[in-house]
């Protein structure tokens, strides 16, 4: 008891300075997630076709593939705002006025006497969008004065992250070992159970994921291409990819095909067409896709999985979003251990026997 008692202060005590220190170890928290998921294609590298790389080398390829990964993530944004910045110099007026053509009849119907008159509006929307590039440099660089923690924040994420995987793919073999010689040898079979386990459902769940996000790139794509859209090749696999980040993925894309639609089709048809493109999507990703691809490899319930979104992210912010879905399926595989060992021990066993053998009482 007493050996327990002082593990669960240790394990406090880690929570507590992990807790206090979150902002400041969130940049190397998303490293060690790549690093992880990075590290088994660092090992097939350093033998790739019977060639022996240097650690180092294969290091740099594999961070250097990952980054270029995400770069091609992120330049799908460029095609859409190259052709909406200037589709939305031409249609926002007449969009406007729509509005207003729209919402004074019903503000009548209802008995207000209010009109809404949205030409001043009009114009500082025209003059800004129509500005040069000079003109709205000092406001950007005035507003990322007036943000500075923000922006430097950002500026952290950008350096010490790529900086942190280097390290950590280079070391990581040395650094498990280190944390497994801190093991006492007693409880050694027991933790190498436990981590394999665990690899094994974070594998699952990394599969899973991407299986996921595929597929709902290719649906995005086609479903948004049939109602005509322009950029539906790169709204729709964007939104599909960035699923991997829960609701924020979902909500940035239904935002940037409600907003392309609108300028191209400048009607209904594009309210139309988001709401049944992301509303079957949704429903096709929370129903089918994830608890199939995802949930059944790792046993999440879909509550527990709305819950420890929340409470990540409460914690980390941004940082604990992102890595909610595969701490909890490591937390689940040690919620599975603790039932196995409760059934087994003296409490259950003892309290369900004595249970048994009073019966029933007399009459």
Do not use: C
């Not at 690093?35 to 790389?53: K, Q």
């Not at 006497?113 to 929307?125: A, E, F, G, I, Y």
């Not at 095909?257 to 300028?263: C, E, K, Q």
């Not at 040690?334 to 026997?353: E, N, W």
Request: proline residues 5%.
């Amino acid at each position: 008891m007493t050996r327990l008692a002082a593990w669960l202060g240790v394990a406090l005590v880690a929570a507590l300075v992990f807790w206090l220190l979150a902002p400041v170890l969130a940049p190397f928290v998303v490293a060690a997630v790549m690093a992880y998921v990075l590290h088994p294609l660092v090992l097939r590298l350093e033998s790739f076709a019977g060639v022996r790389l240097p650690r180092a080398l294969a290091v740099l390829l594999v961070e250097i593939l990952a980054i270029l990964a995400l770069l091609g993530v992120l330049l799908l944004l460029v095609p859409i705002l190259v052709r909406e910045w200037p589709l939305l110099q031409q249609q926002l007026p007449v969009l406007l006025d729509r509005l207003g053509d729209a919402v004074n009849p019903l503000l009548t119907q209802l008995g207000l006497n209010v009109s809404l008159d949205l030409r001043d509006l009009k114009t500082q929307l025209v003059a800004y969008l129509s500005a040069n590039r000079e003109d709205w440099w000092a406001p950007l660089m005035s507003s990322l004065k007036l943000g500075g923690s923000a922006a430097l924040a950002f500026m952290g994420y950008v350096v010490l992250v790529p900086v942190a995987l280097f390290y950590l793919l280079h070391d990581w073999t040395r650094m498990v070992n280190a944390v497994i010689e801190l093991v006492p040898p007693a409880w050694r079979g027991s933790f190498d159970g436990f981590m394999q386990e665990s690899d094994s459902v974070l594998g699952e769940y990394l599969r899973g994921q991407l299986l996921v996000m595929l597929a709902l790139a290719v649906f995005y794509a086609v479903g948004l291409r049939l109602f005509g859209l322009d950029l539906a090749l790169p709204i729709g696999v964007f939104t599909g990819l960035a699923v991997f980040v829960p609701y924020l993925g979902f909500g940035l894309g239904l935002v940037l095909a409600l907003l392309a639609g609108l300028l191209q089709f400048a009607s209904a048809q594009a309210v139309v067409m988001v709401a049944v493109v992301f509303g079957l999507g949704q429903l096709i990703e929370s129903f089918v896709l994830t608890p199939r691809l995802v949930g059944e490899r790792i046993g999440l319930h879909p509550l527990s999985v709305i819950l420890a979104l929340m409470a990540f992210g409460q914690v980390l912010g941004f940082v604990g979003v992102l890595i909610a879905l595969p701490a909890s399926a490591v937390l689940l595989v040690a919620l599975r251990r603790l039932r196995v060992r409760y059934l087994q021990s003296d409490l259950y066993q003892k309290s369900g026997s004595g249970d048994a053998g009073q019966g029933p009482d007399p009459a």
